[in-house]
């Protein structure tokens, strides 16, 4: 079967099982040749692997572009990415990931999940499911490399509790990435994007977000209906600062709190266990474009 059954309890649910069904012909293990163009063309890439605690966690990695190479329609290597260690250390005790890239620009994404190898300071995936998802929420970006190269990392710093100055950029953020896992469907990490201030912080511990109307498959609301640990992403683009944060996530159905968000159809609620934060310096500079067209009003 396409769907497993947390992603075949939500689909129900919402009512939304036929035309699911539909999209989800577009899931398969290989990569179509314009895919291939595509993950080569990108100077980053997002991923969602899973700690030997059982905790699943969110990472960005870059390079020049060229660092993702697809030597075969099911293999993706992806060489010295920039990134924390955090990835590789979780890929040498369980190997299942999820790969997300995003053309903010061109608002295009696909979606690679499998299971991955280190070789050497490389990292090696065969992929399982590969597939695209539609333009929405994405906020329009577009990227120049800068003349002097930068590829200083600074060691991650943990909280048990989020700082003040943590609170302020999630606030402001318009755009964040999630990472989900399922027992045997492996880990996957998906793009949500809306206003600044669609994600809201109700205390130091827990926050509250909005499931818009998207691809009707439920990849990441059907991992948290089964296994509620999960891992979010906040990135700066202007100077490379990097949240991730570690924890569990419930989907709330109440009406109630539901109509507190314009254009919400479900909410996510997250508490958190662990926030990690670092920065990563590159020669990316980011340039602001226009919000998404389909962000409630």
Known sequence: MVFHEGELAVQERVGVSRQA??????????????????????????????????????????????????????????????????????????????????????????????????????????????????????????WERESNPENEKQSAQSFAELTEKQTGFIEAADTFIIASAHESRGADVSHRGGNPGFVRVLNNKKLLFPDYSGNMMFQTLGNLQLNPNCGLLFYDFSNGWILQLTGKAKIVWDDERIKQFAGA???????LNEARESLMKTNLSWYFIDNSPFNPK
């Open 21 to 142: 069904s539909r999209v989800g012909a577009s899931i398969h293990p290989n990569i179509p040749p314009l895919a291939q163009d595509f993950l080569e063309q990108q100077p980053y890439v997002f991923a969602g692997s899973i700690d030997k605690k059982g905790r699943v966690c969110a990472s960005i990695l870059v390079g020049e572009v060229g660092f993702l190479q697809v030597l075969s329609d099911r293999t993706i290597r992806i060489d010295s990415p920039a990134t924390d260690n955090l990835l590789f250390e979780n890929l040498k005790t369980d190997d299942r990931i999820g790969l997300l890239a995003i053309e903010f620009e061109t608002r295009r994404r696909m979606r690679a999940n499998g299971r991955a190898r280190i070789a050497d300071d490389s990292i090696i995936v065969q992929t399982e499911e590969v597939f695209s998802n539609c333009p929405k929420y994405i906020q329009a970006r577009f």
């Open 265 to 271: 159809e479900r909410l996510v609620e997250f508490e």
